[in-house]
C-alpha cells in the first residue's frame, strides 16, 4: 500500500513549498533571518522555526518543554501560545542550525509521507490535542505551509509560487469559510447574495448564498442581483483572507460595488487564520 490517492495532492503541496522554503533561506546570512515578515510578531527566523515545529510534530515528536517570556505582544490567545512554544524556542539558533534541522526535517516528513498507508479518516493527535483526521490535518498543513512561503518571499522580495499547487488548496480553504464570513461574522440578511470575483495568477467568481435562515453557501454561479460585489486580485485576497495586510493599506486594490456598509462589514471580517 502507498499514501490514498485523495492525500497526494496535499503531500505534492506540501513538497513544492516546502522545498521553496528551503531553498530561499538557504543563501541567507545571519542578519537576513532577523527579518519582519507579514506574519504578526515572527521573523524570517520565526517563520522557519514554526514549520520545523509543526512538521515534527506531524512526525509524533515530543513537543519542547519551555516557558515562554511575558512580553510577547502578538501572543493573546491559547492557540498562539501553542504556536509561539516552537518557535520561541528556536529564536537564538544561528542560521546553519536552522537550515540544518530544516533540511533533516523535511527528509523525515518525507520519508513518512511515502511510507504512509493511513486512511483518509483515520484519526490522529492535533493541534491543543484535539482529535482530528489524517486529511484534515494535511490539507491544513498543506494550506498553513504556502501561506508561510508567502510570508518568506514578501520579506525576502523574492516574490513567486502564487499559482503553485498550494495555492490552489489555500484558495479552497479559504473559500469554505467564506459563508461563515458573509453570513455570520458580517451578518448579512437573509435572502441575500455576495459575489467575490477575484483576478490574477489564480482567478474565480463565487457567489456567497445567504437563504431564508440566515445559513450560508458557495457556489461557482453568477448572481443577477447581488447585494455586494467584490473584486479584487488574488495577492490581495488571500493576504486579506490570512490577516497579512489591514484593509486601510489594500483598500485601493478593492472593488466594492452595491451596499457599501454591508461591503465594510464583510472586509472587517475577512480573515480567517487564528
Known amino acids: 500500500m502507498s499514501l490514498h490517492p485523495s492525500l497526494q495532492n496535499y503531500a505534492d503541496a506540501w513538497t513544492?513549498?516546502?522545498e521553496a522554503?528551503?531553498?530561499?533561506?538557504?543563501?541567507?546570512?545571519?542578519?537576513e533571518w532577523n527579518r519582519a515578515t507579514p506574519c504578526p510578531g515572527w521573523s524570517v527566523r520565526d517563520i522557519v522555526s514554526h514549520v520545523i515545529g509543526l512538521d515534527c510534530e506531524m512526525l509524533g515528536d515530543p513537543r519542547p518543554i519551555h516557558t515562554l517570556?511575558?512580553?510577547l505582544y502578538h501572543v493573546q490567545t491559547e492557540h498562539q501560545r501553542y504556536m509561539e512554544m516552537q518557535v520561541d524556542v528556536r529564536r537564538h539558533h544561528t542560521?546553519?542550525?536552522?537550515?540544518?534541522?530544516?533540511?533533516?526535517?523535511?527528509i523525515r516528513r518525507s520519508r513518512q509521507i511515502r511510507n504512509e498507508t493511513r486512511q483518509p479518516e483515520t484519526k490522529i493527535r492535533g493541534l491543543l490535542g484535539s482529535e482530528e483526521t489524517l486529511e484534515f490535518a494535511m490539507r491544513r498543513r498543506a494550506f498553513d505551509i504556502w501561506v508561510h512561503e508567502q510570508d518568506l518571499r514578501t520579506a525576502l522580495a523574492q516574490p513567486g509560487n502564487l499559482d503553485s499547487p498550494g495555492a490552489h488548496i489555500a484558495r479552497d480553504a479559504m473559500l469554505e469559510a467564506l459563508p461563515k464570513v458573509v453570513a455570520k461574522d458580517a451578518g448579512a440578511p437573509p435572502n441575500s447574495a455576495v459575489v467575490v470575483d477575484v483576478h490574477g495568477p489564480v482567478e474565480f467568481l463565487r457567489t456567497v448564498r445567504v437563504n431564508a435562515d440566515g445559513r450560508g453557501s458557495v457556489d461557482g454561479a453568477p448572481s443577477l442581483g447581488p447585494l455586494v460585489t467584490l473584486g479584487l486580485d488574488w495577492e490581495t485576497y488571500f493576504r486579506l483572507a490570512c490577516g497579512r495586510v489591514s484593509l486601510e493599506s489594500?483598500?485601493?486594490?478593492?472593488?466594492?460595488?452595491?451596499d457599501q456598509e454591508f461591503a465594510a462589514a464583510i472586509l472587517r471580517n475577512f480573515a480567517i487564520t487564528p
Open 16 to 18: 513544492h513549498s516546502v
Open 95 to 106: 542560521g546553519p542550525e536552522m537550515t540544518s534541522e530544516l533540511e533533516y526535517t523535511v
Open 21 to 31: 522554503i528551503a531553498e530561499l533561506v538557504q543563501p541567507l546570512v545571519e542578519g
Open 69 to 71: 517570556p511575558r512580553d
Open 250 to 258: 489594500v483598500r485601493d486594490r478593492v472593488k466594492a460595488e452595491g
